[in-house]
């Protein structure tokens, strides 16, 4: 069993930035991909990034060159840095894990964090 602890999230202005943290609890984190997630208000949950057990890297087109995706292997924890935030990247965000590939679908992970809000205003 896993438990994951998301953080980081709040309100910040466009062009702002922010870091989420994702801490896990298990001995077996290291060994799983985890992915970090968000959904808006009408919207579906949508992949933003993972990292796999091994460092390759997955990022949806619409965060490239803003967001970065790292874990710390030792403290049982997973980044997502964000910067140039814009309005629309307004959500919740979930961090998750599994043992899945690096580009699987929000259905195919086993372990999901509670979700922390981020506001990003104009």
């Known amino acids: 069993q896993v438990q994951l602890v998301e953080s980081g999230g709040g309100l910040v202005q466009a062009g702002g930035s922010l870091r989420l943290s994702c801490a896990a609890s298990?001995?077996?984190?290291?060994?799983?991909?985890v992915g970090w997630f968000r959904q808006a208000p009408g919207k579906m949950r949508e992949l933003v990034a993972a990292?796999?057990?091994?460092?390759?890297?997955n990022y949806a087109d619409s965060v490239k060159g803003r967001f970065t995706i790292s874990r710390d292997n030792p403290k049982n924890t997973v980044y997502l840095q964000m910067n140039t935030l814009k309005p629309e990247d307004t959500a919740v965000y979930y961090c998750?894990?599994?043992?899945?590939?690096?580009?699987?679908?929000?259905?195919?992970?086993?372990?999901w964090g509670q979700g922390t809000q981020v506001t990003v205003s104009s």
């Open positions: 998750a894990c599994g043992f899945v590939p690096l580009r699987s679908s929000p259905q195919e992970y086993n372990y």
């Open positions: 298990g001995r077996a984190f290291s060994t799983f991909t």
């Open positions: 990292i796999s057990s091994g460092g390759l890297i």
